[in-house]
């Protein structure tokens, strides 16, 4: 469908950006193998970023964006050549094309406000992302979509028909090349099937400051603690419910003043923001996930 | 003994002050009969703070601060002609003055952060109380303690000598009219029969942001989780552990770079700073608890 | 014109609802005789907050939010009973009904965001007040706008129209009976003139966190100062440019990884959240200005 | 003076730890360079952060922690060395001992809450400097000083004997080697020739969130501004009264009912804490400073 609304554009100057993502045993030399490869190849590093888990012996992670004339021409070739420094250092590694902008299914359900946020984000240019469908067990946001130029589709979710739903949510996501799942607030659960084909690549934001409220009406069960604070978390789906890799989390001041229906209210800003700042990482290559937890290079 | 260090004292202005706490349930001429009542005494009042719990029938909670001249010769007759208007709405209150200062005894064990951060809330005049002993398991904080005139009493605690030890502790804390026994990072499980005694008078630090990380190691147990946040619990202690009702919390953000070492070292300030403040507000009779929550008039 | 979205309703619980404002010179008493008389009235009260600056002489601030049967026919009896109360205690006042809602005018420029944020807490019903009309020196926004319902209005300002170009925002403004004029990043100065026929009730959200930066391009001036926080100040606009007594501001961290766009980015967060939390305070008449200060009854 | 008090000491793992600062204009090939140097020297890098401003031709700024055999013996080789890879680059740069702890002189005034912190964080290991001495223009703090071992200088200074009590402070300061000068509530001001002495070496934390009320009296200033938040700046002290590079700045909420006491009872918390922070990095040697404003890496 063509687009009636385009998002502004960011710079030209990501055409030839890519962004490496790296993980391996720690040892001496990997920086000066890396930046080394990088350099021979004519590439500028413009950022960098890593973290080694534990000096003495452990993990090392990094991220570098840096620009390489004729990126596009010359990758398979580059990925080829770093190949082989990766194989000496037991390398799981990426390297991406930024202008190669990630495909986004966003899930939703009945409250707006996550879809809202994220919407507004792209068509900012914050969210430098393709959406390429909104999925949703009701109607109601169809008129938010559309007038985008964002197809909407709405499938019906019942206990009896959920099987069929996913089938068809997974067909059109698969059949989009879709990359990344959003639920903005999608009250339906995700099969394990579903998480199988997209580890790490579901992102999920839950209406409690996690492993607080784990499971449903987080904010009735932050209402009878009595808590002070409430918050938000944005996580990559796994098997266990509200248990995967936390991306990002974000909270606010509560009183006894604040009945259920102001917890509600206050988390929606905070369920929007910390969502979009998750999704916004996630497509920028900035997060990496180990042992149910991730680093993130923001 | 006679203190070597003087508090400051805040300005004598306290020395007519009374606090005023009530909890009722709510109808139409609370507030009308409860101010006009200090009118006709002759009160000044100087801060109100109410709370309705759900205004269609609900729970009414006031607490009112108010001078009033000759206080100390008139406060018996005051709180027996109070009564009177109390057993009309059938209110839970108290008067209390402000310069009778609550009695504290601080519990400790081998951190010292959280005491040494009351103890200079209380010199400074900040923390508006005696403190009228420091108990400890161990022995390491006496020299911090004793200089400033304030009675340490070493009690050690293993599982064979525990109620010995605490029957101890009760004798000293009871025999010195304590109000209110703050753990301060005291490490030790407090019996049900002490909890019984001091009920909502017993103020812990939990090192995590509750209902998250019960119990031990809840650094350890947030450095697992891989949260973006941590914080710490001010709460009355009751018979479920770190279940008790919430007085104050606060947090902080921390990232992958944080191991749990670090989560600790940060946490302490978090620990130090919501404890001081929970038990100001407890001092300053600003705390109100209800089921198992608490109304905080700051 | 017909709205094509009508916001969500609150509860109709708010019929009967009134709202109390007074400020006056401190004494014994005030609360006695303003409580008795809503008691006698027969009203409840649902929320009440005070202030005394300077308990020893000084001036005293209540915000009473009640209940009264037949509130609609009872009011002006209700006014000119309760003039009496506040001659004696030379108050100034007002007492309005919480469904008697406010009329806003939002005056946008080129900037989207703040403009949104309150047309999204509008139609959820978190903002309880009628959007007469939007005003702009361009044209953008009225596809935003429009098919909400709501009046466009594209008045283009130049140099030379100035004058003009106010002149005909007054007579929209005074013709449609505003309350409250919003300037959502609004890049035009309001003439004395204008001020003088809305005091106090002219709402900007500046661009930064005053008293820093005021003026043009506080993004630029914060980067050059090289500030580690940001923030933005909702402010009621007198006749000292971004000098008029603060109703709110809120901050996020910043980093030398942030230039002058990234800072404008991380700050339109800031600034929507920030108007739209004193704009809804406003509306449900929180705040007393006194001496180019606010008192906010949150 | 024999330390009665030894602070808990690090790990012995920072025997062989070295820490590289460089900053120099950006071109490809810096990562390469440096890391290559130190893979050969077989040196481990622990720790790096760079930041390029403006990737299009700008700055690069790199920071490296890392551990080297035989560091002590080694080091003047290292830096001879490397000094050629600099000289290709035009870097500024230095390469410090992380066991090499720098020498703090802390200078006092009535306030204590700044130096009791920094004390603080110095026993308990997290502050990794030597505290050469303490210079205060008041005898105050004497007691809390001398008995960790560290020696106190009563220096008085009146506007005649200004002038005389810079001397000996300086004489002072430069006879102990000492490293930085921290400024902790102290309230005289620094000559240009002290300034001149120890550029970017004078950390003073300023009691508001500049360049928000400059000068004397910052929280009366902030009282009658009627702010809703008040902050603390940590800076290195130039020529410019509180117009240096900013290192660090945090805040507060505060509202009406704060009168000037309470901002500064509320103030005395973020000025400790700030102050605190910004020493450790800068004793780190995590701070660069560029045109007036730092690059932290914290």
């Known amino acids: 469908m063509i687009p009636k609304v385009t998002p502004k554009s960011k710079s030209i100057s990501l055409y030839n950006r890519a962004r490496m993502l ?173 998480i199988e084909h997209y580890p790490n690549r579901i992102i999920n934001i839950h209406h409690s400051f996690l492993p607080a409220f784990v499971g449903g009406k987080p904010y009735a069960q932050a209402y009878n603690r009595g808590v002070k604070i409430i918050g938000a978390t944005a996580h990559y789906v796994t098997e266990e419910l509200d248990g995967g890799p936390i991306i990002e989390q974000d909270v606010q001041r509560v009183s006894h003043r604040d009945n259920v229906e102001d917890l509600k209210r206050i988390g929606r800003h905070i369920e929007r923001t910390v969502l979009a700042r998750a999704v916004a990482w996630h497509v920028e290559d900035r997060v990496i996930v180990h042992q149910n937890k991730t680093v993130v290079f923001s």
Chains 1, 2, 3, 4 share one sequence.
């Open 22 to 194: 790296v993980s391996c045993p720690d040892q001496p030399g990997i920086v000066a193998a890396v930046s080394r490869f990088l350099y021979e190849y004519g590439a500028n590093i413009v950022q960098s970023d890593q973290y080694t888990m534990d000096p003495e012996g452990g993990l090392f992670f990094i991220r570098i964006e840096f620009d390489l004339e004729g990126l596009h021409e010359r990758r398979d070739q580059l990925k080829a050549d770093f190949a082989q420094v990766a194989d000496k250092f037991q390398m799981q590694w990426s390297i991406t094309r930024a202008s190669r902008k990630k495909r986004l299914a966003i899930f939703v359900s009945k409250e707006d406000h996550a879809l809202l946020e994220l919407l507004w984000h792209w068509q900012s240019g914050d969210l430098d992302a393709d959406i390429a469908m909104v999925i949703s067990n009701h109607n109601d946001m169809r008129e938010l979509v559309e007038p985008l130029g964002i197809p909407y589709y709405h499938i019906p979710v019942t206990s009896d028909t959920k099987a069929e739903a996913e089938r068809q949510q997974m067909e059109l996501v698969t059949g989009a090349q879709v990359d990344v799942v959003i639920l903005a607030r999608y009250m339906q659960i995700i099969s394990p099937k579903f």
